[in-house]
């Protein structure tokens, strides 16, 4: 019931927020329904420490460790988006002159892609799981465009093209699953049940199963953004709203890498662990050292930390691959540290641009000046972003370190490669940003949108020295999930 009344939360919102979304009025809707929303999460997660995994609506919803991880981090992110969104927009009507029935299609889009990642988290259901990635995908479509520049239409339509082939290769990869399923568990829906196919991986036939993971690692690799499947991704993030950049790295990624994570328990018993975890640990690697060399060449901010999402999933992914209890545990670490990191990252400098009026890193100069605790928020997030302790983000990569050197030694140098390199493509620039000598006439604004960036960066500062027990045991669960 309680997963259930999650989605009518998050769903509920969408035709209240087309109808009267607009102004103050709908920024406060905005963050109402996701207040409502957040709290219904919290009371979904207290029933998962009371009673473990269970499904709803006739087996085809679910939530169990794995999932009731990222379903709270989407529910955190998204009410701090809410409340970033509400400065941020009122000023961004104004500069880009917004009519109010496209300020309302930006609350009720962005509430739609709100509620359809939720419900690829919560589904058991795999064919579902790729519908709610499609209604993401063409909702956020709209948002990415929602300026109409040209710079703005030319990135909705690549996002548009390059993820709709992906998702379709995606689907592609789910017919072939049901292919393999119907053949053990008969025709109907509940060949596509996760909790049904899991209960019989070991028994699908390994040279489907085997076809329809690289359909849907590819497929869903698009919607991360893992190369070489990434084009969209940094043009998405520099030419939408900065809010609007905050989720598709701080849960669009995430939601993409779940689907992935779903199918290899699935494949893992069909073939063994070696088949998608060397695919997992390629691409993961190839997309964490092309992000890094990518980042040393980029002069728009956004564009710089758009890679920075690449090379972080990358290294998530990379994680995933070595596998085993520790490495899933420190990838699963990652995904919720990048999450609330990346997303502070996005409103810190989405204030710091309308401030400024421009995304060029040379012209973003001596913030902690003009506008201290902006700069402060910007500082701290870049820093935790770049995994310095003591962030979440720091104990994560740490682990994946000590586990690649555990399981492919060989490939640590490769890792701490492209860490260094990320790592010097950010670090100089965030120093002159902070602390370089600031051009007059800097409009600075109310710094209230950006309280959310606090709250998260004190979260993943708690995730790198004291991670609650509950959390723990929740990751330690879905680690022997994914390990099988």
């Not at 009507?93 to 029935?101: D, G, K, N, Y």
Request: proline letters at 3%; one cysteine or more; charged letters at 10%.
């Amino acid at each position: 019931m309680l997963i259930l009344l999650v989605l009518a939360c998050a769903a509920m919102g969408i035709p209240l927020l087309a109808l009267w979304g607009d102004g103050r009025r709908g920024a406060a809707l905005f963050i109402g329904f996701n207040t409502l929303t957040l709290l219904a999460i919290l009371a979904l997660a207290i029933q998962v420490v009371k009673d473990g995994a269970f499904t709803a609506g006739g087996g085809q919803f679910m939530v169990d460790d794995l999932s009731i991880v990222l379903v709270l981090v989407d529910g955190v992110v998204g009410l701090s988006t809410a409340w970033f969104s509400r400065n941020y927009m009122l000023h961004e009507t104004v500069h880009w002159s917004l009519s109010r029935q496209r300020v309302r299609l930006y609350h009720a889009m962005f509430q739609t892609f709100l509620a359809t990642m939720l419900l690829a988290l919560l589904t058991n259901n795999m064919g579902i799981l790729w519908v709610a990635m499609e209604g993401a995908t063409l909702s956020t479509v709209l948002l990415v465009s929602l300026f109409r520049t040209a710079e703005g239409l030319e990135a909705a339509w690549k996002y548009f093209i390059l993820c709709g082939v992906g998702l379709a290769m995606a689907l592609f990869g789910t017919i072939l699953l049901y292919f393999a399923a119907q053949k053990i568990m008969g025709h109907g829906a509940d060949a596509l049940l996760w909790t049904h196919l899991a209960a019989v991986r070991h028994e699908l036939e390994p040279q489907v199963m085997a076809i329809a993971f690289i359909f849907m690692l590819v497929g869903y690799g698009t919607k991360i953004g893992l190369t070489p499947l990434n084009n969209w991704l940094p043009d998405a993030h520099a030419s939408g709203p900065s809010s609007v950049s905050a989720v598709l790295s701080g849960l669009l990624l995430n939601v993409a890498l779940y689907a992935i994570l779903r199918a290899k328990v699935l494949v893992d018993g069909a073939l063994g662990r070696d088949f998608a975890s060397h695919l997992l640990m390629g691409f993961g690697l190839l997309s964490l050292l092309v992000a890094g060399f990518s980042m040393l060449r980029q002069r728009d901010v956004k564009r710089l930390f758009a890679y920075s999402s690449i090379e972080h999933m990358g290294l998530a992914t990379f994680a995933f691959g070595i596998g085993g209890p520790l490495a899933s545990f420190a990838g699963l670490l990652h995904m919720v540290s990048h999450s609330l990191t990346k997303s502070s990252v996005f409103f810190s400098i989405g204030q710091a641009v309308q401030d400024i009026g421009s995304r060029e890193i040379q012209r973003i100069r001596g913030m902690l000046e003009f506008s201290p605790l902006l700069g402060w928020a910007f500082m701290l997030a870049v820093l935790s972003i770049l995994g310095m302790p003591p962030s979440g983000l720091f104990l994560s990569e740490f682990l994946i370190i000590t586990s690649t050197l555990q399981a492919q030694p060989w490939l640590t140098p490769l890792l701490l490669l492209g860490l260094g390199v990320a790592f010097a493509g950010i670090f100089p620039r965030m120093q002159g940003m902070v602390f370089g000598a600031h051009q007059e006439g800097v409009a600075r604004q109310s710094v209230v949108g950006i309280i959310p960036v606090f709250v998260q960066l004190t979260l993943v500062a708690m995730l790198g020295v004291f991670i609650p027990l509950t959390l723990v045991q929740w990751m330690q669960h879905a680690a022997q999930i994914l390990h099988g």
